[in-house]
C-alpha cells in the first residue's frame, strides 16, 4: 500500500494497492497523479504546479516489513516580471512584480539617493520597486541587477 497526502484538511489523497493493482484518489485535481507506475515507482508528480499545491507532502508505504513514512516539503518560487522606467523628475524606477520570494534589487553604480517600497500579494508573491534619483549626477547610463532563485536580470537605461 502506498499514500500520498497533503497535510491539510480536504486536500488530495492518492493511494495504490498492490495486492489488487488500484489505484484511488480523494480531492485531487488531474494535475496531482502518480509520475510513473505506483506499483514500481510511486513517485507523485504536480504538474503544473501553481502557489496553492505549496505544503507538506508524506508518503505513507506499507509492506510484509512494516510501514514507513516520508516527507517532503513542496515550496514553489515565482520568477518576477522585471520593469526599468523612469519619470519625469529624474529618478529611475526598476520593479519587481509579483515574484516569491521577493528578488533583490542592486543599483550601477551604486546610490546612497535610492530608496525601496516593497507590497505583498495575498497570494504570497511580491512587488519590490527601487528608486534611483539621478537629477545631480553625470551618470550616463543606469543599471537595475535584479537577483531572485528563479533568476537573474540585468536591465539598462541611458540617462
Known amino acids: 500500500l502506498v499514500t500520498w497526502k497533503r497535510s491539510c484538511r480536504s486536500c488530495c489523497l492518492l493511494s495504490y494497492r498492490g495486492d489488487h493493482n488500484k489505484t484511488s484518489r480523494l480531492n485531487c485535481s488531474e494535475r496531482i497523479t502518480w509520475k510513473y507506475s505506483p506499483g514500481s515507482d510511486p513517485a507523485l508528480r504536480v504538474y503544473p504546479v501553481n ?5 507538506n507532502y508524506t508518503c505513507e508505504i506499507a509492506n ?4 514507513f513514512h516520508f516527507f517532503s516539503s513542496l515550496t514553489v518560487i515565482v520568477p518576477p516580471t522585471v520593469t526599468l522606467t523612469h519619470d519625469k523628475s529624474r529618478v529611475a524606477v526598476c520593479q519587481e512584480s509579483a515574484g516569491k520570494p521577493a528578488a533583490d534589487i542592486a543599483w550601477i553604480p551604486a546610490s546612497n539617493h535610492s530608496s525601496e517600497a516593497e507590497f505583498h500579494h495575498p497570494n504570497g508573491t511580491v ?16 543599471t537595475c541587477l535584479v537577483t531572485h532563485a528563479a533568476m537573474n536580470q540585468t536591465l539598462v537605461m541611458d540617462l
Open 64 to 67: 510484509s516489513e512494516g510501514s
Open 127 to 142: 512587488t519590490r520597486v527601487s528608486y534611483f534619483g539621478w537629477a545631480n549626477s553625470s551618470f550616463l547610463s543606469v
Open 51 to 55: 502557489l496553492g499545491d505549496e505544503g
